[in-house]
Each structure stands twice: as C-alpha cells, then as structure tokens.
C-alpha cells in the first residue's frame, strides 16, 4: 500500500512526490501491485470531482503495467456521487477497487445493499456501454470481513473478489486459523453461487 499517511487521502505535493518514491523503490525490489487513492480536498485546492484523476494516473502509469488497486479512498465518495468515481477510476487505469461499500468506519456487513448495488448495478452495460467488462475495475469486498461474516456477506453481495487482513482481536499479525475459517465461509458460500 502507498499511503504517506493515515489522517485522509488528500496528500499535498510532498506527500506526492513520496507516493512516487516508495512505487519507484517498491518496483525495484520485485513490487507485483500497488494500492493507492488520491481524493481531491475542495475545501483546500477548489476543485471540483471527487478522484484525483491527474495524480492517481500519473501513479499508474509509474507502475509500468503493474496492476493497482484504488483503495478506501472510495468510501468517502457519497453514493450520489458514485457513477462519476467509477468513470474517474477506470479512466485512472485501475484494475480494482477495495471499498466497504459505505462511509468510511463502516464493515462491508453493514453496507450489503450498497455493495450489491456497486457491483451488480453500478459497473453494469448500461452505465458504461462504451467499456467492455474487462475494461472496468473489479470490486474487492473488504473492511470488517471476518470468518464470522463473510458467508453472510457473499451471500448478500456476489462479488468476485474479497479482501480480509485476517486479524483477530489478539493482535496485529495474520491469524492462520482465521485464514483456514474463511477460507472454509468462502467455500460454503460460493457453493450455491448464482
């Protein structure tokens, strides 16, 4: 992940020029994928639009092909508002994008009708006839996702792609066993997949 801070994703020109270092230096150590996302700040630069197509393309193309992810940036961007974020993405040349489907603080398992709607309805034919599927980024269900949830999550959304850090309560490194118990909900879920 690019990501020179926490506090948002509006980074200034600094924060830019970092962004583009740590893709350089990542690439140079075997980096097969990235995940970024600037957002514009109106309230600072007057701009209006919510992606930062200018700078997070200038991002994908630094990745030489590499494919990238626009991250949770995308939880901020009002549903209203998600048609024209979508275009912006994909015009940014991103493969995926990771989001919980709602306002940033909310899990995916609160937000499986928005999700469901982003990804059934929102990156249809109607609303992009001029792109093929595979010229759309995919959905990565993530935020929350945990093997207590995600059977109920895929069953409620469909998405072809799934994000868990796979953490339990205990602490900050990857549980294996939560990895083998979500595996098994995926497995479970997909069972009676449409």
Not at 60 to 66: C, I, M, N
Not at 134 to 144: R, T
Request: proline share 5%; hydrophobic share 35%.
């Amino acid at each position: 992940m690019v990501r020179p801070h926490s506090k948002n994703f509006y980074y200034n020109a600094e924060d830019f020029e970092q962004m583009k270092s740590i893709i350089n230096t990542l690439k140079k150590h075997g980096a097969d994928g990235f995940v970024f996302g600037i957002l514009h700040d109106e309230s600072a630069t007057g701009t209006r639009g919510w992606v930062d197509v200018a700078r997070n393309k200038a991002l994908v193309e630094l990745a030489d092909g590499r494919p990238c992810t626009f991250h949770r940036a995308f939880d901020l961007i009002p549903y209203s508002e998600w048609d024209n974020a979508l275009a912006a993405i994909a015009e940014c040349g991103f493969s995926c994008i990771l989001t919980s489907g709602g306002p940033s603080g909310n899990s995916a398992v609160e937000c499986t009708g928005p999700l469901k709607s982003l990804i059934h309805d929102h990156l249809g034919p109607s609303k992009f006839p001029e792109r093929t599927r595979d010229q759309l980024p995919e959905i990565i269900v993530g935020g929350g996702m945990r093997s207590t949830n995600i059977m109920d999550i895929v069953r409620s959304t469909w998405p072809t792609a799934v994000h868990s850090a796979a953490l339990t309560q205990e602490g900050e490194l990857v549980d294996g066993d939560e990895v083998r118990a979500l595996r098994l909900g995926l497995d479970r879920a997909t069972q009676s997949y449409p």
